[in-house]
């Protein structure tokens, strides 16, 4: 995964709550497209109604399962980043209109450009996701959850494309993957079937059950 944007998403105060806006929300994506052709020689094409689209119902399903942000914020993150993922896999705002070498721009690792070149949308919105989880928790925790090493493999790449073309849920499974996280394959955009939610949850009424004891 290449996280050089989430330098640049990090600077901007309380970045959990701003995303939420769909003026930041736009914004900071199409920097992050930038970031992305100027890094590996693409140029992307956004549809804003798309883009919007993808907002709007991302903030209706969240909002429905905002509750468990109490349970356990530093999940609940990630999760409501991989909602955002399937919105953009399920709404496709953007399409590539023009790539190829650039001599003039700095070496990039050969295996992500190789992922890039394979899925360059899908890895936009993936990088995306991504590098705003890792500056929230950097924000709001201190340090950004470990990237697992088949976030660079271009066979999970394969099966990644391929398993979100058919659900485009299990955008949320393999963004949980990618992170290091035990997926839910069978719910995977259900916050209350989440392994951290569940273990959470198990702590809070485990001290409940001994005080009525």
């Given at each position: 995964?290449?996280?050089?944007?989430?330098?640049?998403?990090?600077?901007?105060?309380?970045?959990?709550?701003?995303?939420r806006r769909l003026r930041w929300f736009r914004a900071t994506f199409r920097a992050n497209a930038h970031s992305v052709e100027a890094t590996y020689g693409l140029r992307f094409e956004i549809d804003e109604t798309r883009l919007t689209r993808a907002f709007l119902d991302w903030i209706e399903i969240m909002d429905a399962q905002k509750r468990f942000a109490e349970v356990n914020r530093a999940d609940f993150i990630i999760f409501a980043a991989g909602l955002v993922l399937?919105?953009?896999?399920?709404?496709?705002?953007?399409?590539?209109?023009?790539?190829?070498?650039?001599?003039?721009?700095?070496?990039?690792?050969?295996?992500?450009?190789?992922?890039v070149r394979f899925w360059?949308?899908?890895?936009?919105?993936?990088?995306y996701c991504v590098s705003a989880i890792a500056a929230v928790h950097e924000q709001e925790f201190g340090h950004a959850p470990t990237i697992?090493?088949?976030?660079?493999?271009?066979?999970t790449w394969w099966s990644y494309r391929e398993n979100v073309t058919e659900m485009p849920a299990y955008a949320v499974a393999f963004l949980d993957r990618f992170l290091g996280a035990e997926p839910n394959w069978i719910m995977p955009d259900s916050a209350q079937s989440r392994q951290a939610m569940r273990t959470a949850l198990d702590t809070k009424t485990k001290p409940e059950i001994s005080r009525r004891a």
């Open positions: 995964m290449d996280l050089r944007f989430k330098d640049e998403l990090a600077l901007m105060p309380d970045l959990g709550h701003q995303l399937r919105e953009l896999i399920r709404q496709n705002p953007v399409k590539v209109v023009g790539a190829g070498e650039r001599p003039d721009l700095p070496p990039v690792d050969a295996g992500m450009a190789e992922i360059p949308e899908g890895f936009l919105y993936t990088n697992d090493q088949c976030a660079d493999d271009l066979r």
